[in-house]
């Protein structure tokens, strides 16, 4: 069942790792450019500095580690993340009482992932909706699965 999940997003998968590492390094890259001596104290230096990278996480990453290393953190929490949603959706249709699935095409809109697909007499739908907390965590993609009996 996993081959066949990992199959269907495979293109969406490579998009997702592409678009995180361009926004990582283009915030590495702005965080670089920020002089301390445009600031007085070292508490507004320090918070310019975690916005520019995205939040406290990603001010950590990009703080102490080079674009080498960055790139390889990104695919690292891509691949959690694609991980995470591809065993979400098994556990989902397990609930279900699905144990196989055929092979699927995932049709997806530009603004992350929007699918729907037919499995057994289930359907399957993603959402991803834009999370994340003032202060707590950067920007990021939530995966919502839902599957209903049809």
Not at 85 to 105: Q, S, W
Request: aromatic share 8%.
């Amino acid at each position: 069942m996993l081959n066949q999940i990992n199959k269907a997003f495979a293109k969406l998968d490579a998009e997702m790792l592409e678009r995180q590492t361009a926004w990582a390094l283009e915030r590495y890259d702005a965080l670089q450019k920020i002089d301390r001596r445009d600031y007085d104290h070292y508490h507004l230096l320090l918070t310019a500095r975690i916005n520019t990278a995205g939040g406290k996480a990603w001010y950590r990453e990009m703080a102490y580690t080079n674009k080498i290393m960055l790139t390889e953190y990104v695919a690292k929490n891509v691949a959690k993340m694609i991980a995470n949603r591809n065993d979400r959706i098994v556990k989902a249709l397990n609930k279900k009482g699905v144990t196989e699935i055929p092979e699927f095409t995932l049709l997806h809109s530009s603004n992350g992932f929007e699918g729907a697909f037919k499995v057994a007499d289930c359907l399957v739908t993603i959402n991803t909706i834009l999370a994340g907390g003032y202060n707590i965590q950067c920007l990021h993609q939530r995966t919502l699965v839902k599957v209903k009996m049809i």
